[in-house]
């Protein structure tokens, strides 16, 4: 092996990562529990909705016409003819010309009457009621079919289930919905130098930061992580460990020990019990990072640094676990932002920079390597594509938000 990483382009990595990631699996869970989860399929509406004609304010149900020319001044008289229950259709209760009925929000709009003139603008007086207001024709009324037509595509797969989708779903029928199954994500943290977080560090001792970060990320991001501690340097743990993880997970995250120094060893025992197809990536930070498979399942290389291990962890694993939830496009949040000053870049590598975004302004938050300050100092990283130098102040940038 040479002494040096052999760096691909991030498009390429991105490609590799594809190319290996685990057919999406699909489960049916209840729609009450559906929250946070991917639809595996499309839902269509199985009925129009609200599958009758409905007024959407309390009021009385009139025929248009009979209101023309309506005001304060030269109220129309009409007979009140009844009353609409809810949950109830009336068909007694048409209403004819010169005449209106009594309905509640959500009440079932009698038949000949094509209008509602709330309660606000009239006045009851005995059997008849003053309208002081004309209403045009369909004025507070929901069409039978206007919220979904029976067929209709109500969602497409791929979409995250929002707390209003949920609503949504419920009000489409669906009592249990088919989503995809959440990928176990095992975690591995490597070094001598990590400690628990349970333990106060010695000299030279770090608390594992990487693996709760990864973890509440994962979970966030739709997956169960699985979390096998921290392993020192040496061989016959990691073997140990990964004979473990690797047929109780979908997917395998080292961090630490990824680059090439004579103790990280991650890319040399995946070599001997799979395959090593990436270690080095144009991207930073993050150019120590490892791509591989062993049993058929991706297992990552991350570097040890925090901040490393999160920007891999957004540029390169996250298009993994997107393609095995069947998410078309990554559900990142972004915004669109000037910059504050300018960025230098080596061209030819992809760079993250965070950055702190106020008031439309990103400006970049410069560290030494290995700050876990700057991870939540900042709100988000600008991107700066392997072809361009870097980017100059004033120029319009996309920011990835945290
Ligand atoms: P390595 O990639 O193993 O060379 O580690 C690079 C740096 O990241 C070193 O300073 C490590 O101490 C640090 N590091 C590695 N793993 C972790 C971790 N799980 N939590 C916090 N820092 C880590
Ligand atoms: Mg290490």
Redesign the pocket.
């Known amino acids: 092996m040479s002494r040096f990483l052999t760096v691909i382009p991030v498009t390429d990595a991105v490609a590799t990562v594809i190319g290996i990631s685990p057919a999406m699996v699909a489960e049916r869970i209840p729609l009450e529990s559906s929250g946070g989860r991917i639809l595996a399929g499309e839902v269509t509406a199985d009925t129009d909705i609200p599958g009758f004609d409905r007024s959407i304010v309390d009021g009385y149900a009139v025929r248009a016409a009979d209101t023309a020319g309506a005001g304060d001044a030269i109220p129309a008289l009409l007979q009140c003819t009844g009353r609409i229950a809810m949950g109830r259709s009336e068909p007694a209760a048409a209403t004819g010309p010169g005449t209106c009925t009594y309905i509640p929000t959500g009440g079932v709009l009698p038949a000949g009457a094509n209008a509602v003139v709330m309660v606000e603008y009239t006045e009851e007086t005995g059997d008849t009621v003053l309208v002081k207001k004309a209403v045009s024709h369909g004025e507070n009324v929901l069409l039978h079919d206007e919220d979904f037509r029976k067929g209709e595509t109500v969602f497409s797969a791929g979409r995250r289930i929002s707390p209003q989708d949920a609503g949504v779903l419920a009000a489409c029928g669906c009592a249990a919905v088919t989503v995809a199954k959440r990928p176990v994500v095992g975690i591995i943290?490597?070094?001598n130098?990590?400690v628990p977080v349970t333990a106060v560090p010695g000299p030279g001792q770090?608390?594992?930061?990487?693996?709760s970060?990864l973890a509440a990320y994962l979970t966030e991001y739709g997956c169960i992580p699985r979390l096998y501690g921290?392993i020192a340097?040496e061989r016959h743990a990691f073997e140990t460990i990964l004979a473990r993880a690797v047929p109780e997970c979908d997917v395998v995250l080292l961090?630490?020990?990824?680059?090439k120094?004579d103790?990280?060893m991650t890319a040399a025992i995946i070599a001997t019990m799979g395959e090593v197809l990436v270690h080095g990536i144009a991207i930073a930070p993050g150019k120590?990072t490892i791509i591989g498979r062993i049993q058929g399942k991706p297992v990552f290389g991350?570097?040890?640094?925090?901040a490393?291990?999160f920007v891999v962890l957004i540029a390169i694993v996250r298009p993994l676990i997107d393609r095995m939830l069947g998410i078309e496009q990554p559900l990142q949040r972004t915004v669109r932002a000037t910059l504050a000053i300018n960025i230098p870049s080596q061209r030819g590598r992809e760079e993250y920079v965070r950055v702190i975004v106020e008031n439309g302004i990103a400006t970049p938050l410069f560290g030494k390597s290995?700050l876990?300050n700057t991870l939540i100092r900042s709100n988000g990283l600008v991107r700066i594509p392997a072809g361009a130098e870097g980017l100059e102040e004033g120029s319009a940038v996309e920011v990835i938000l945290w």
């Open positions: 943290s490597t070094g130098e990590l770090v608390r594992d930061a990487n693996a970060m921290i340097d961090s630490g020990g990824s680059s120094d103790r990280d120590p991350l570097p040890g640094h925090p490393s291990a290995g876990l």
